[in-house]
């Protein structure tokens, strides 16, 4: 089984950044896609980047070009980084993992952005961004 932790977030004005970890436990056979999901109050859950094992990445347009998705794979670690933060960034963010699958994420968009095609989660951390 594999386990993810994360970490990071917390409040900070518009404009700030932050650095979100995600430590995975346990061992993912073969190749895997990891990824960021995060949820507002109200909201459904809205994909924001992943990342395939072999460093490819992708990302949301509403955070291209602002935040980075990255992974350190001798620490088990996953990482966003997040500039230029804005108001409605503000959600529980949560790491994901998924083993690499022709027809999962990482492979086809609609499933990297569909939360329920994600095996598993961390327990979310919450990051807020005030104007």
């Known amino acids: 089984q594999v386990q993810l932790v994360d970490s990071g977030g917390e409040s900070v004005q518009a404009g700030g950044s932050l650095r979100l970890s995600c430590a995975a436990y346990?061992?993912?056979?073969?190749?895997?896609?990891m990824g960021w999901f995060r949820q507002a109050p109200g909201k459904d859950r809205e994909w924001v980047a992943a990342i395939e094992s072999d460093g490819s990445t992708f990302y949301a347009d509403s955070v291209k070009g602002r935040f980075t998705i990255s992974q350190d794979n001798a620490k088990n670690t996953l990482y966003l980084q997040m500039n230029s933060l804005k108001p409605d960034d503000s959600a529980m963010y949560y790491c994901?993992?998924?083993?690499?699958?022709?027809?999962?994420?990482?492979?086809?968009?609609?499933?990297?952005?569909?939360?329920?095609?994600?095996?598993?989660w961390g327990q979310g951390t919450q990051v807020t961004v005030s104007s």
């Open positions: 994901v993992a998924d083993p690499l699958m022709a027809d999962g994420p990482c492979v086809v968009p609609i499933a990297t952005m569909n939360p329920y095609e994600w095996n598993y």
């Open positions: 346990g061992y993912m056979y073969g190749s895997y896609c």
